[in-house]
Protein backbone atom coordinates (compact mmCIF):
# COMPACT_ATOMS: atom_id res chain seq x y z
CA UNK A 1 0.00 0.00 0.00
CA UNK A 2 2.63 2.71 0.42
CA UNK A 3 4.11 2.07 -3.05
CA UNK A 4 0.99 2.25 -5.09
CA UNK A 5 -0.33 5.17 -2.21
CA UNK A 6 2.76 7.03 -3.97
CA UNK A 7 2.68 6.34 -6.96
CA UNK A 8 -1.03 6.96 -7.45
CA UNK A 9 -2.46 8.46 -5.02
CA UNK A 10 -4.37 4.86 -3.73
CA UNK A 11 -2.80 2.14 -2.37
CA UNK A 12 -4.84 -1.06 -3.63
CA UNK A 13 -5.92 -3.17 -7.16
CA UNK A 14 -6.19 -0.55 -10.55
CA UNK A 15 -7.88 -2.58 -12.09
CA UNK A 16 -10.82 -5.56 -11.68
CA UNK A 17 -9.98 -8.80 -11.76
CA UNK A 18 -11.83 -10.31 -14.56
CA UNK A 19 -10.50 -7.30 -16.25
CA UNK A 20 -7.19 -9.32 -16.78
CA UNK A 21 -8.97 -11.08 -19.55
CA UNK A 22 -8.55 -7.53 -21.87
CA UNK A 23 -4.87 -7.80 -21.30
CA UNK A 24 -2.41 -7.96 -24.09
CA UNK A 25 0.38 -9.67 -21.91
CA UNK A 26 0.12 -10.48 -18.44
CA UNK A 27 3.28 -10.27 -16.15
CA UNK A 28 3.20 -12.62 -12.99
CA UNK A 29 5.54 -12.16 -10.37
CA UNK A 30 5.77 -12.73 -6.66
CA UNK A 31 3.00 -15.41 -7.32
CA UNK A 32 2.29 -18.35 -8.54
CA UNK A 33 -1.47 -18.10 -9.52
CA UNK A 34 -2.67 -20.84 -11.59
CA UNK A 35 -2.18 -22.65 -7.95
CA UNK A 36 -3.02 -20.27 -5.85
CA UNK A 37 -5.43 -17.61 -7.08
CA UNK A 38 -7.21 -20.24 -9.84
CA UNK A 39 -10.44 -18.27 -9.88
CA UNK A 40 -8.51 -15.50 -10.92
CA UNK A 41 -6.01 -16.73 -13.30
CA UNK A 42 -8.49 -18.26 -15.88
CA UNK A 43 -8.95 -14.49 -16.51
CA UNK A 44 -5.68 -14.75 -17.55
CA UNK A 45 -5.88 -17.91 -19.52
CA UNK A 46 -8.79 -16.06 -21.54
CA UNK A 47 -6.64 -13.09 -22.21
CA UNK A 48 -3.90 -16.41 -24.04
CA UNK A 49 -6.87 -17.82 -25.90
CA UNK A 50 -7.76 -13.87 -27.19
CA UNK A 51 -4.01 -14.04 -28.48
CA UNK A 52 -2.30 -12.41 -25.16
CA UNK A 53 0.51 -13.24 -24.37
CA UNK A 54 1.67 -14.69 -20.37
CA UNK A 55 5.13 -14.06 -18.69
CA UNK A 56 6.01 -15.70 -15.29
CA UNK A 57 8.89 -14.32 -13.34
CA UNK A 58 9.57 -16.78 -10.64
CA UNK A 59 12.61 -18.52 -8.91
CA UNK A 60 10.75 -22.04 -9.02
CA UNK A 61 9.01 -23.41 -12.59
CA UNK A 62 5.12 -24.20 -11.13
CA UNK A 63 1.99 -24.28 -12.81
CA UNK A 64 2.17 -20.86 -13.62
CA UNK A 65 5.73 -21.36 -15.32
CA UNK A 66 4.64 -24.40 -17.27
CA UNK A 67 1.57 -22.50 -19.06
CA UNK A 68 3.90 -19.30 -19.79
CA UNK A 69 4.61 -18.22 -22.90
CA UNK A 70 7.68 -17.02 -21.24
CA UNK A 71 9.19 -18.37 -17.95
CA UNK A 72 12.03 -15.78 -16.49
CA UNK A 73 13.71 -17.81 -13.30
CA UNK A 74 15.78 -15.38 -11.02
CA UNK A 75 17.06 -16.13 -7.98
CA UNK A 76 15.41 -15.62 -4.91
CA UNK A 77 15.47 -11.51 -3.83
CA UNK A 78 16.74 -10.31 -6.73
CA UNK A 79 13.24 -8.67 -8.07
CA UNK A 80 14.58 -5.25 -8.00
CA UNK A 81 17.16 -5.89 -10.13
CA UNK A 82 15.28 -7.45 -13.21
CA UNK A 83 12.71 -4.63 -12.24
CA UNK A 84 15.62 -2.20 -12.97
CA UNK A 85 16.29 -3.81 -15.81
CA UNK A 86 13.45 -3.06 -17.33
CA UNK A 87 13.44 0.48 -16.55
CA UNK A 88 16.56 0.43 -18.08
CA UNK A 89 15.56 -0.84 -21.32
CA UNK A 90 12.42 1.40 -21.90
CA UNK A 91 14.36 4.48 -20.84
CA UNK A 92 17.84 3.90 -22.98
CA UNK A 93 15.74 2.08 -26.22
CA UNK A 94 13.15 5.39 -25.80
CA UNK A 95 10.19 2.82 -25.88
CA UNK A 96 8.04 4.89 -23.03
CA UNK A 97 4.86 6.06 -23.26
CA UNK A 98 5.90 9.55 -23.67
CA UNK A 99 2.32 10.98 -24.89
CA UNK A 100 1.26 9.93 -21.00
CA UNK A 101 4.61 9.95 -19.08
CA UNK A 102 5.25 13.62 -19.41
CA UNK A 103 2.07 14.56 -19.30
CA UNK A 104 0.72 13.21 -16.37
CA UNK A 105 3.69 12.02 -14.14
CA UNK A 106 6.34 14.91 -12.72
CA UNK A 107 9.02 13.36 -15.56
CA UNK A 108 9.89 17.13 -15.94
CA UNK A 109 9.42 18.76 -12.43
CA UNK A 110 12.43 19.76 -11.32
CA UNK A 111 14.16 18.83 -8.05
CA UNK A 112 16.43 20.93 -5.82
CA UNK A 113 20.20 20.81 -6.79
CA UNK A 114 20.64 19.77 -3.02
CA UNK A 115 19.54 15.90 -3.85
CA UNK A 116 22.40 13.46 -4.21
CA UNK A 117 21.69 10.47 -5.73
CA UNK A 118 23.31 7.25 -3.97
CA UNK A 119 25.73 6.71 -6.08
CA UNK A 120 27.80 9.81 -5.62
CA UNK A 121 26.82 9.38 -1.80
CA UNK A 122 28.42 6.21 -0.62
CA UNK A 123 25.31 4.20 -1.29
CA UNK A 124 23.12 6.18 0.26
CA UNK A 125 20.34 9.17 -0.82
CA UNK A 126 20.77 12.59 0.82
CA UNK A 127 19.11 13.46 4.03
CA UNK A 128 19.96 10.05 5.15
CA UNK A 129 20.39 9.87 9.04
CA UNK A 130 22.60 6.82 10.08
CA UNK A 131 21.57 7.43 13.69
CA UNK A 132 18.03 7.20 13.07
CA UNK A 133 17.51 4.98 9.75
CA UNK A 134 15.73 7.67 8.26
CA UNK A 135 15.86 10.20 5.72
CA UNK A 136 15.35 13.82 5.95
CA UNK A 137 13.28 14.52 2.74
CA UNK A 138 14.42 18.13 2.81
CA UNK A 139 16.83 17.67 -0.11
CA UNK A 140 14.23 16.03 -2.51
CA UNK A 141 11.74 18.76 -3.03
CA UNK A 142 11.39 20.24 -6.57
CA UNK A 143 13.35 23.36 -6.80
CA UNK A 144 11.84 26.91 -5.72
CA UNK A 145 9.00 27.38 -4.11
CA UNK A 146 6.61 28.32 -6.96
CA UNK A 147 3.46 26.69 -7.76
CA UNK A 148 2.93 25.06 -9.88
CA UNK A 149 6.35 23.98 -9.61
CA UNK A 150 9.58 24.28 -12.18
CA UNK A 151 9.49 22.15 -15.26
CA UNK A 152 11.36 21.21 -18.20
CA UNK A 153 9.37 20.08 -20.85
CA UNK A 154 12.56 19.09 -23.04
CA UNK A 155 13.48 16.87 -20.24
CA UNK A 156 17.05 17.91 -20.90
CA UNK A 157 17.87 19.89 -16.85
CA UNK A 158 19.83 17.02 -15.44
CA UNK A 159 18.05 18.06 -12.58
CA UNK A 160 14.48 16.72 -13.70
CA UNK A 161 13.21 13.94 -12.40
CA UNK A 162 13.90 12.06 -16.03
CA UNK A 163 17.30 12.60 -15.91
CA UNK A 164 17.47 11.67 -12.58
CA UNK A 165 15.87 8.47 -13.25
CA UNK A 166 17.99 7.99 -16.20
CA UNK A 167 20.96 8.31 -14.41
CA UNK A 168 20.17 6.00 -11.39
CA UNK A 169 18.84 3.57 -13.84
CA UNK A 170 21.81 3.26 -15.71
CA UNK A 171 23.68 0.67 -14.12
CA UNK A 172 20.64 -2.00 -14.64
CA UNK A 173 21.89 -3.13 -18.08
CA UNK A 174 20.70 -6.54 -19.33
CA UNK A 175 24.56 -7.59 -18.44
CA UNK A 176 23.56 -6.84 -14.82
CA UNK A 177 20.37 -8.31 -14.65
CA UNK A 178 21.91 -11.83 -15.68
CA UNK A 179 24.80 -11.41 -12.96
CA UNK A 180 22.39 -10.00 -10.48
CA UNK A 181 19.45 -12.39 -10.73
CA UNK A 182 20.62 -15.75 -12.87
CA UNK A 183 18.12 -14.88 -15.61
CA UNK A 184 20.13 -15.19 -18.68
CA UNK A 185 20.72 -12.11 -20.72
CA UNK A 186 18.18 -13.92 -23.32
CA UNK A 187 15.23 -14.86 -21.68
CA UNK A 188 15.43 -10.92 -20.01
CA UNK A 189 15.52 -9.33 -23.09
CA UNK A 190 12.45 -11.68 -24.52
CA UNK A 191 10.82 -10.26 -21.14
CA UNK A 192 11.37 -6.83 -22.01
CA UNK A 193 10.90 -6.28 -25.63
CA UNK A 194 7.43 -8.58 -24.95
CA UNK A 195 6.08 -5.94 -22.42
CA UNK A 196 7.51 -3.21 -24.65
CA UNK A 197 5.46 -4.60 -27.33
CA UNK A 198 2.19 -4.92 -25.50
CA UNK A 199 2.35 -1.38 -23.61
CA UNK A 200 0.99 1.78 -24.60
CA UNK A 201 -1.68 3.54 -26.39
CA UNK A 202 -3.32 0.43 -28.06
CA UNK A 203 -2.29 -2.46 -26.38
CA UNK A 204 -2.09 -3.16 -22.58
CA UNK A 205 -0.11 -5.03 -19.80
CA UNK A 206 -1.21 -5.73 -16.56
CA UNK A 207 1.33 -6.95 -13.74
CA UNK A 208 -0.26 -9.21 -11.00
CA UNK A 209 1.66 -9.52 -7.95
CA UNK A 210 1.09 -11.32 -4.20
CA UNK A 211 3.10 -11.57 -0.86
CA UNK A 212 6.11 -12.91 -2.52
CA UNK A 213 6.24 -9.17 -3.05
CA UNK A 214 3.83 -7.68 -0.11
CA UNK A 215 5.57 -9.70 2.43
CA UNK A 216 9.37 -9.84 1.32
CA UNK A 217 11.88 -7.47 3.55
CA UNK A 218 11.65 -5.08 0.61
CA UNK A 219 8.50 -5.29 0.00
CA UNK A 220 7.68 -1.60 -0.48
CA UNK A 221 10.88 -0.70 -2.37
CA UNK A 222 10.16 -3.91 -5.19
CA UNK A 223 6.11 -2.99 -5.73
CA UNK A 224 7.87 1.04 -5.85
CA UNK A 225 10.41 0.08 -8.82
CA UNK A 226 7.41 -2.08 -10.67
CA UNK A 227 5.11 0.95 -10.14
CA UNK A 228 7.68 3.48 -11.90
CA UNK A 229 7.68 0.90 -14.53
CA UNK A 230 4.15 1.42 -15.10
CA UNK A 231 4.10 4.82 -15.31
CA UNK A 232 6.57 4.80 -17.96
CA UNK A 233 4.22 2.09 -19.90
CA UNK A 234 1.39 3.40 -18.92
CA UNK A 235 -1.89 1.54 -20.52
CA UNK A 236 -0.49 -1.45 -18.09
CA UNK A 237 -2.71 -2.40 -15.60
CA UNK A 238 -1.96 -3.69 -11.84
CA UNK A 239 -4.20 -6.84 -9.77
CA UNK A 240 -2.61 -7.36 -6.65
CA UNK A 241 -3.40 -10.34 -4.73
CA UNK A 242 -3.32 -10.47 -1.28
CA UNK A 243 -3.26 -13.81 -0.64
CA UNK A 244 -0.86 -16.91 -1.22
Known amino acids: MPSLGATFGRGAATMALWDLQNSDCVVVMGSNMAENHPIGFRFVVEAQR ?4 LIHIDPRFTRTSALANIHAPIRSGSDIAFLGGLIHYVIENDL ?4 YALNYT ?4 IISD ?3 DSEDNEGVFSGFDP ?3 AYDHKSWQYEGETAPPLTDPTLQNPSCVYQ ?5 YARYTPEMVEQVTGCSKETFLAVAQTIAENSGRERTTAICYAVGWTHHSYGVQIIRAAALFTLLNWAMRWRRRGMM
Open 131 to 133: VTK
Open 96 to 99: WFRD
Open 164 to 168: ILKRH
Open 114 to 116: TFV
Open 50 to 53: RGGK
Open 106 to 109: NLAH
